[in-house]
């Protein structure tokens, strides 16, 4: 690399990912948001047995049934929510609306916690105090006086299984399926193409079989950040020498070093373990091509070799083996290499390594998920474990890194968009009411009917919807179009901000925060990636008395807005064990709910596959067929045209930013940069330092984002990457995965030039 000119706040980190580094940020993060004395005793709490859940990330953790496990990230999520500050409506009435706009995202989170329920008066542009049950009656008032299907109930997955459970009653007594969520934005590949390949759209792994694998593909995600308690596995796994083969764009620290906080050894010695084995620098939307490439190679190997595939596997449990191969055999290596952006010989190498693994682990993210080909690309990782029997025996299977912590458990218990027949009849069998059956919107259907002005309430059970859809700039006006907008949420931001004719913020509890009912004190349960429930209950003392928990406002407004209800909400809120026999009776894998989850570390919902048994139409597992190779190669291959990666920053959840440090890839105090190769650099002619604007290639609409600063970084050559929520403005609202309406976050066709004023 020439030698660069300073830029300020972008230094290159050499040291590994973890180890004192992530000790001292978590000291850092408790200084700076509670008072220290109270912090460490809560951090113990976290993810004890009869603590809560840690808020951060969905893996799971042996640590349920044994001791705390130290997460840096998980730390900044829990210190975050339990801050002492606060937003009380003294400070509302200080502040303008239009004035805390002109705040970060960073800025308006950092303020606190809220404290009271709030409603906007437009008179003087402020929010203020309302009472509860005045709110509630105002709401009910509206939503009858629209149509249901006018009216879209958003999900953000931090939500308990049982506030979501009472979510989607609510919203289908009322008569609408339009359920967008976060899990839209997210993992919606995962639960389309999985069912489809595999009959349940979930991984099938367990944190036991991570001890027995002889081989771990990792694609498209983050751990070091993003699923840090998955380091301790990833290292452990490293440590008994298993290959970890990575597929990522960009060079990620903790994908290549990590130093466990956990040992004593690497900490005293300021040593560290390898991750990666192999780490492949695939372009941006490129690895449908490198994963037909590596299974192209696999069939050579068979062809040459024999022994290769599990036939036997292949033939009792599979259909579609000869489309599939045939496919793979007309697809040419020129278009795979042009595609993927490696080589011939790396995908080889992939195949032989996959070829002498018994049992292979392939794990992933919103690399793969977040594309136009976001469904293809998952069933394609479930083509390749096909090829060699990797369902259903130890230490193998597929592992989607899920987002939100419950996010797996808001779907399970029914927030979605296109429910199935049977699940309805239980509801109505269940509860009395029939609710509707035609289809509802999605996350980016919601918002797409909000600008056509067809949509006119949205209400919202936690997250900052606006915020983290693309195209801010017809997102944003959409919002201010509708009548009416509430909230429910933890602290304050812009989704909130973006006020409808009538606006309400409903501060709710949040995991860390004790919940008393009629019935004495609450526990909640949450579901984790790998299927495990558990409960989770709070200790600490409520931000403010006057917060409510999720279900009890969900109830509240459900009480108001249905005077017929068939549902005893008021009844179901003073003791959840009401909501979960509810949820036993509806959801099926919940049976003794009660029971089961009074045990440590709860129970394990089924997962088929890893019985061999496919709830697919057919009964067996389904290959796939991925024909767009060779376009993907025409449009990757294009001179200059670039592909931008959105990505989170180390000190960032989603749309919350902790701080604004990313500690591993060097960017320190600031996040308007974007990462280039040098090559890319070289050709526009774009030196370390320079002022750069960005803009996307759609037809008939210019997107731009000016003046950001353009950075040299280990990015496969060809593809960019900027923080998100910032660079939502680049990402066009209709480009998305057309079969699970996913937005493509990952792989937008840019242009990037030189800022005018530079
Ligand atoms: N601390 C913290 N924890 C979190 C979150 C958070 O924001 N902060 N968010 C939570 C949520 S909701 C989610 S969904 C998960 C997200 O966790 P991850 O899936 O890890 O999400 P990202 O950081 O968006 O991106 C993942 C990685 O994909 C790579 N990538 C980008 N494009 C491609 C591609 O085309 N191919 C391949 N192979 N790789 C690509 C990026 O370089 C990046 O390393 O984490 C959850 N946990
Ligand atoms: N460009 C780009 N955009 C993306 C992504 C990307 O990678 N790139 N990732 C997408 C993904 S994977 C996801 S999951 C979405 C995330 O989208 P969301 O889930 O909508 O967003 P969050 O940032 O997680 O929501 C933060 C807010 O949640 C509220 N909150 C926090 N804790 C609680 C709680 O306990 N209860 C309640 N009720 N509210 C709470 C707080 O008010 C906080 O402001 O963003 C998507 N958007
Ligand atoms: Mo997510």
Known sequence: MTKQREVPGVRPYDGPAGGWGALRATAQAIRQQ?????????????????????????????????????????????????TTRRVPPEFFAANTVTSLLQKTDYELEDMGRLTHPLVYDRATDTFRAVEWDDAFARIGEILRSLSPDQVEFYTSGRASNEAAFLYQLFAREYGTNNFPDC????????????????????GTVSLDDFDSAELIISIGHNPGTNHPRMMGTLHEASRRNVPIIVFNPLRERALERFADPQSVVEMATFGSTR???????????????????????????????????????????????DAFAADLEATSWDDIEKASGLTRPDLEHVALAYAKSNATIVTYGMGITQHNKGTANVRLIADLLLLRGNFGKPGAGICPLRGHSNVQGNRTVGITEKPSEAFLKLIEDTCGFTPPSGHGHDAVQAMQAMIAGQSKALICLGGNFAVALPDSGQ?????????????????????????????YIFPCLGRTELDMQAGGRQSITVEDSMSMVHASAGKLAPASEHLRSEPAIVAGM??????????????LISDYDRIRDLIERVIPGFEDFNERIRLPGGFRLPLPPTERVWLTPSGKAEFSVYGGVKEDADVLGAQDVLRLITIRSHDQYNTTIYALDD??????GRRDVLFMNEEDMADQGIEHGDLVDIETLTPGRTLRLKSITAIVYSIAKGSVAAYYPEANVLVPLDYIDKESGTPSYKSVPVRVVRAAAN
């Open 183 to 202: 899990s839209n934005m997210c993992h919606e590949p995962t639960s389309v193409g999985l069912p489809r390949s595999i009959g349940i759209g979930k």
């Open 475 to 503: 997102s944003f006006p959409a919002m201010t179009q509708l009548d009416l907008g509430v909230h429910i949420g933890t602290k304050l931001n812009r989704t909130h901000l973006l006020v409808s004719k009538e606006t």
């Open 275 to 321: 991750i990666a084995s192999t780490y492949f620098q695939v372009d941006a939307g490129g690895d449908a091509a490198a994963l037909k490439g590596v299974m192209k190679a696999l069939l050579a190997l068979e062809a040459a070799e024999g022994n290769v595939l599990d036939k036997a596997f292949i033939t009792a449990h599979t259909q579609g083996f």
């Open 663 to 668: 500690r591993y890839r060097g960017v320190f």
């Open 558 to 571: 459900a009480h108001a807005t249905l005077p017929r209800s068939k549902v005893p909400w008021i009844e």
């Open 34 to 82: 509670m008072e220290s004395i109270e912090a460490p005793i809560m951090l113990m709490r976290t993810n004890q047995p009869d603590g809560f859940d840690c808020p951060g990330c969905a893996w799971p953790d042996k640590e349920h049934r044994s001791t705390f496990q130290f997460c840096e990230n998980g730390a900044k999520a829990v210190t975050w929510e339990a």
